[in-house]
């Protein structure tokens, strides 16, 4: 569905996902990469802009273009879906990143900034991820964020060669939230690649006065600035590698 929600980090800003970034998705996409996908493989821009209208036009989808928080490059992209308010509860899905991207801040900053949205301005109970069981990277990025295990749902999905696939359940509750949150802080810290930084380095807890969530009307839009410990904005992203 159209949206005009936007979510900052230091390291990454999510914006809707517009037809004026299907030049540079395409530039990122492989068929490895696609590989785990459920959507059609874009072999052109017609086809990553029938992509930004689908996402747009599906109930319940909230797609975003990841930008380098400093620079505004295109890094992937991700999407809330099946948002339902009422019951409160989301899908995190349809997530990727060009390959310079993997291994570094990107992912742990674009989940971050979804799951602060969906727990601490929305106030779900239920964020869950839905990943195609061939897809390792994406399972062991989902395991490690502390979502918890619910099962397979079996013939679940249409991979994007139209074969029918499985997906692995995964779900975090609003209570496991917080856990999940410093889980996220600790590996910014990790990946900042800043001296005195190091992976063992405290990191801030929820509700403490080093991070602070700001949600504010810009141009109508709706904007959260995430403030990570000693981090602010304006701090230039480094270059990762998987």
């Excluded at 569905?1 to 999510?14: A, S």
């Excluded at 914006?15 to 990122?28: C, E, F, I, R, S």
């Excluded at 490895?32 to 821009?45: A, H, I, N, T």
């Excluded at 005195?196 to 929820?206: H, I, K, L, N, T």
Aim: some cysteine.
């Amino acid at each position: 569905m159209e949206h005009d929600l936007v979510l900052r980090t230091p390291e990454v800003t999510l914006v809707p996902l517009g037809y004026q970034h299907a030049p540079a998705l395409l530039d990122l996409v492989d068929a490895d990469l696609w590989r785990g996908l459920s959507l059609p493989f874009p072999r052109s821009v017609p086809d990553m802009e029938l992509l930004v209208l689908r996402a747009s036009e599906s109930a319940g989808t909230v797609a975003f273009t990841v930008l380098d928080a400093v620079t505004g490059a295109v890094r992937g992209s991700t999407s809330l879906q099946e948002v339902d308010r009422d019951h409160r509860r989301a899908v995190v899905g349809a997530s990727w990143y060009g390959r310079a991207w993997w291994g570094g801040p990107t992912n742990p900053a674009s989940k971050l900034a979804l799951l602060t949205h969906c727990f601490e301005t929305w106030g779900l109970h239920r964020v869950a991820f839905r990943v195609d069981p061939a897809n390792t990277r994406s399972v062991r990025a989902v395991q490690r964020l502390g979502a918890v295990p619910e099962g397979v749902l079996r013939g679940h999905r249409t991979a994007s060669d139209g074969t029918p696939t499985d997906s692995l359940s995964f779900s975090i509750l609003s209570h496991e939230w917080p856990e999940v949150r410093t889980r996220l802080l600790g590996r910014l810290v990790g990946a900042s690649g800043h001296p005195g930084a190091p992976s063992g380095a405290p990191v801030a807890q929820p509700g403490s006065a080093d991070r602070q969530a700001e949600v504010r009307g810009e141009g109508g839009r709706e904007v959260e600035q995430l403030v990570l410990g000693d981090r602010r904005a304006g701090e230039a992203a480094q270059p990762v590698h998987a």
